[in-house]
């Protein structure tokens, strides 16, 4: 607008149209390095109790397989809680490592001291063989064949790398459903080297397996860091 036209308007009474503002954006400064991002901590491992997805004791209306039985042995010492093997290779030595209290009674039930009750975790590999055998023991404990064992459920390891086939997943499903609890573990590469699992450095299933575990023995927790202290929950 010319000036002359502005003085016009003016003395005509009529305001001048504002100038727009159009805002700048801003630019980051190429001198001055990027914000650290906040770190995000890391998710800690629930206390909940794994839930029941089973039965929680032998039933009336099962029967015992008629082969394939895991026999009951004498194992020396004591244990708050004992893994048992399903078959050969299914991880109960391995799993023994992670608390020192939690024993490997090998391929059998354990036979606790008379009038006394031993409390046990099932181990099996998550191919066809290994869940067939955890599927005939978990039978064997539902039938009411080995009175004295309190069984806290089934663990399932992957017997290989990568997602499981459908058939042994819905495998596993079945079997699963005639044990108290089931937890899956992942394929851990170390342990198939011969390393001694620690709990620290173990996938978060496995420290949420001993969360559980412990949670359902004596109502304690285990840190995620893995110490093998004990604190009240």
Do not use: F
């Given at each position: ?17 504002p100038?727009r503002?159009?805002p ?6 190429p ?5 650290e991002?906040e ?13 029941l ?15 394939d039985?895991l ?7 004591n ?15 391995t799993?023994s ?34 869940l ?9 404990w ?14 399932i ?26 937890w899956?573990l ?13 709990p ?25 860091d ?8």
């Open positions: 607008m010319h000036l002359h036209s502005l003085r016009n308007s003016r003395s005509a009474g009529v305001e001048p149209l100038r503002y159009v700048v954006p801003e630019t980051a400064n001198w001055l390095s990027s914000p991002p770190p995000v901590p890391d998710t800690p491992v629930s206390v909940e109790i794994q839930p997805t089973g039965p929680a004791a032998p039933q009336d209306n099962v029967s015992a397989p008629e082969r039985l026999p009951v042995c004498d194992c020396p010492g244990a708050e809680l004992w893994w048992v093997g399903a078959h050969g290779g299914a991880g109960e030595s799993l490592a992670l608390v020192p209290e939690w024993r490997s009674a090998g391929h059998c039930w354990p036979r606790p001291p008379i009038d006394e009750r031993a409390r046990a975790v099932l181990v099996a590999r998550s191919s066809a063989y290994g067939q055998a955890a599927q005939s023991a978990v039978t064997q539902a039938a009411g064949a080995v009175p004295h064992i309190d069984l806290l459920g089934l663990v390891i992957a017997d290989a790398p990568g997602r499981l086939p459908r058939p042994l997943r819905e495998l596993a499903q079945v079997v699963g459903g005639g044990a108290p609890r089931v899956q992942p394929w851990v590469e170390p342990w198939r080297l011969g390393e001694l699992p620690a620290a450095e173990s996938p978060r299933a496995v420290r949420r397996l001993i969360k559980d575990l412990n949670l359902l023995i004596d109502g304690t927790d285990v840190d995620a893995g110490a093998n202290e004990r604190k009240e929950h």
